[in-house]
């Protein structure tokens, strides 16, 4: 049973930092593929904000590129977010997600590139965790 559990998410003023960890259970990058962040503002989609692949590769969406950086260690499951110089379009529920659709028919990763799905059924999620930035 995959579990994934967000952690560190709260309120800071615009400039500000805040790095959010997930510790995941019941879920190896190597055997399945991808983890990652998202966030939903509200009234808004559910948007992908990183992704990691098993061999190391980052896709970060362009609205943080610079500002933020995800990394994992390996030796305890748990994935990490470093979310510097904070903007007010940073405010949102911020979840993790590890991808479930493995392999396609070509037999490459579907996540390759940590490129995420944001679709519901394509990921397991976390619970989420609130950023909220404020002025």
């Known amino acids: 049973q995959v579990q994934l559990m967000e952690s560190g998410g709260g309120s800071v003023q615009a400039g500000g930092s805040l790095r959010l960890s997930c510790a995941a259970s019941?879920?190896?990058?190597?055997?399945?593929?991808?983890l990652g962040w998202f966030r939903q503002a509200p009234g808004k989609e559910r948007e992908g904000v990183a992704g990691?692949?098993?061999?190391?590769?980052?896709n970060y969406a362009d609205s943080v590129k610079g500002r933020f950086t995800v990394s994992q260690d390996n030796g305890d499951n748990t994935l990490y977010l470093q979310m510097n110089n904070l903007k007010l379009d940073d405010t949102a529920m911020y979840y993790c997600?590890?991808?479930?659709?493995?392999?396609?028919?070509?037999?490459?990763?579907?996540?390759?590139?940590?490129?995420?799905?944001?679709?519901?059924?394509?990921?397991?999620w976390g619970q989420g965790t609130q950023v909220t930035v404020s002025s």
């Open positions: 019941g879920y190896s990058i190597y055997t399945s593929g991808c």
């Open positions: 990691i692949d098993r061999d190391g590769n980052i």
């Open positions: 997600a590890a991808d479930k659709r493995g392999l396609d028919s070509l037999g490459s990763w579907y996540c390759r590139g940590g490129r995420m799905s944001p679709k519901y059924d394509n990921n397991y």
